[in-house]
């Protein structure tokens, strides 16, 4: 299975928090990428949060969009090999279908989505 594997998700009201889980095909690398996409109907799969695989307790090496700057936390748990995405204080437009994304070299592997609807 070449192929990270996301759950997590489910319905929240705004104002909520939700992690969400992702746990990677094989041991995440110092050259692993892990990251979180978000897609909704009609528009673009965009990001959210990645982090390298180098990371070390502190943030360094960790890209948010500004849409979620302090209100999401993207961190790893490599002897899990999961990464994971602590969302709160959630709102309605965070609604979509959230992606993770395992990059190794320049090779992309995705996972199949988890669902997170916040309702306002």
């Known amino acids: 299975q070449v192929q990270p594997v996301e759950s997590g998700g489910g319905l929240v009201q705004a104002g909520g928090s939700l992690r969400l889980s992702c746990v990677a095909s094989?041991?995440?690398?110092?050259?692993?990428?892990m990251g979180w996409y978000r897609q909704v109907p009609g528009k673009q799969r965009e990001l959210v949060a990645r982090?390298?695989?180098?990371?070390?307790?502190?943030?360094?090496?960790?890209r948010y969009a500004d849409f979620v700057k302090g209100r999401f936390t993207i961190s790893l748990d490599k002897a899990e090999r999961t990464v994971y995405l602590q969302m709160s204080s959630l709102k309605p437009e965070d609604t979509g279908l959230y992606y993770c994304?395992?990059?190794?070299?320049?090779?992309?592997?995705w996972g199949q989505g988890t669902q997170v609807t916040v309702s306002s």
């Open positions: 994304l395992e990059r190794r070299g320049n090779y992309d592997y």
């Open positions: 094989r041991s995440i690398l110092s050259s692993t990428t």
């Open positions: 982090i390298a695989g180098s990371t070390l307790a502190g943030g360094l090496g960790t």
